[in-house]
């Protein structure tokens, strides 16, 4: 049996894993010219790590993360507003919550098809796909870039994310399906060795009204930044998306300043959204990771349900012999994962609609509720309810 998988993120790369060490020829499909480097941190737990525990990807992650103590809220003069101790959560969690770089998650994923015997899997970067089709037996892919060609399989999985490429050809325009947020993020990493060794082992947020930048140190001399504010439609006439980022995050002080300074031309900036659709699968083809169920970076579970639904679809699919016997094992996989996602919806719908205040009442209120952690019980109560909004 072969898969074609489109997308070689978190979703995709442990897909293709999984079905490889199941026996199945995989071609791996990246638009990109190589492993993507901009991206940002997140808190990886719940489903994905006991996923990821289960398949033998735990370790290479923990080998990866980060030491976080705190998440702290400051105003433009650098004071501390309010903080979340991590050490605390992470107890609650169960100890096991990793701080990841999302690029380092892919790294990881990328190192473990080493675990799969030589010859099963072909990874092509530099390769956009032009058109799909899984609905005459067979599965295939046209694409373009360096090697201009097409690919047929048994099973095709768009494994490509928000902007889904595999998702427009199969099952129709973007458009259908994207719930914007009313909000965009932008990620970017910058060397500057003072802002390094000011900030480290803390995320540092500004405490502001309809924007929110975000800064952590990584290893070296660089900072990671993460900045998120209202979407007010496209960019202006001659404008990039540095100037537009250098004009919605100007005055949050010296350290954001710094930082929309040494901001590239062209960074990741992109809507926040999620993906809602009434089916994931059709025939051979299958969705997986935010091509089919993005929950928005503001939930906090992206690379968590990316790795444990990528999981699941290889535990399921993995044994499959025959078209019939994968179509069959792509229905299922749908039936059991969609409650997780929606789950996960559900509950980034309700961060969205909290993380940027709109006015200084509701930032007054996000800082009473963070200082109320503090209180002996409060935080079981408030760990509990995020471990349960992602438990599978």
Partial sequence: MKALVVGAGIAGLVTARQLGLAGWQVELLERSAGPRLDGYMMDFFGPGVDASVRIGLYPRLKATA????????????????????????????????LSLLRPDMEKAALAALEDVPAGRIRVR??????????DDGAVRVSFDGAEAAESAGDVLIGADGIHSSVRSHVFGPEEQYLRPLGMRAAAFIVADPELNGRFRNRFTLSDTIDRTAAL????????????????????????????????????????????LKLCPEDPYDDVVAQIVMPRWHTGGAVLVGDACG?????????????????????????????????EDALAEFER???????????????????FLPANRAQRLLRRWVIRATRLPGVDRLVARQILRTIAT
């Fill in 336 to 354: 059991r994962w969609r409650p997780t996602v929606e789950t996960a919806q559900t509950s980034g719908r309700r961060a969205a609609s909290t």
């Fill in 66 to 97: 980060y030491r976080v103590e705190a998440a702290q809220y400051v105003d433009a003069e650098g004071r501390v507003s309010a903080s979340l101790d991590y050490d605390r959560f992470a107890r609650l969690a169960g100890g096991k919550v």
């Fill in 216 to 259: 952590y140190s990584l290893r070296s001399d660089e900072v990671a930044a993460l900045m998120v504010y209202r979407d007010n439609g496209p960019l202006t006439s001659g404008e990039t998306r540095r100037d537009r980022l250098r004009r919605e995050f100007a005055g949050l002080g010296d350290a954001v300043d710094r930082l």
């Fill in 125 to 134: 970067y530099g390769v956009g796909v032009s058109g799909a089709t899984a």
């Fill in 294 to 326: 993005a929950v928005s970076l503001l939930a906090g579970q992206g690379g968590s349900l990316a790795i444990a639904g990528a999981a699941l679809l290889g535990d399921l699919l993995g044994p499959a012999n025959s078209r019939a016997e994968a």
